[in-house]
């Protein structure tokens, strides 16, 4: 019972209380349409933002691809370039062991003369080693010889990085005396 009771006294508080205060409806249907106003207003502002996004988007997505085909087209000239300053550094390579290769031959009398014939046969056939160095340098191409190169570090790992070593020990010992 005292549940009814209490029930009854609250609607009967509200029922009052509205009817004392004339503009409590008033402004529950002004605080609802400024909240419908506010939500309408964020709405908005969301496909507003959504619109500027999807916008921004297209703008980078655009950007990437005009970047990504200019990354390759440089990558493309790069390796153009690269493998034309390898075609180059293979002929110099070339003709600097072939004039060695003669150089040791005309000098491989005077080996004879002061060391013996049969070291100055050693120049020859070290001569003739470089000769043929040169030639089938000459006869492949720089794919090749970079397959080559990939073959021979396949077969032995361990030969390959010993060379690398004293090349570099080579080369920086070389650099550091300039």
Known sequence: MTNTATTSGVTDTAATASSTNPHREEAKSRFSAA????????????????????QYKAQADGKRSDLKSDAQAYGEEAKVKGHELATQGKAKLS???ASLSQMVNDNAHYVDEKVGAKYGDYARSASRSLSDTAAKLDAKT????????????RRSPATAVGIAAVAGFMLSRLFSRR
């Not at 909240?35 to 999807?54: D, F, I």
């Open 142 to 153: 720089v794919d090749e010889l970079a397959d080559d190169g990939r073959a021979m570090v």
């Open 95 to 97: 003709e600097g062991i």
């Open 35 to 54: 909240v419908q106003e506010a939500k309408a207003g964020a709405a908005a502002l969301r496909a507003e933002a959504g619109e500027r996004a999807n």
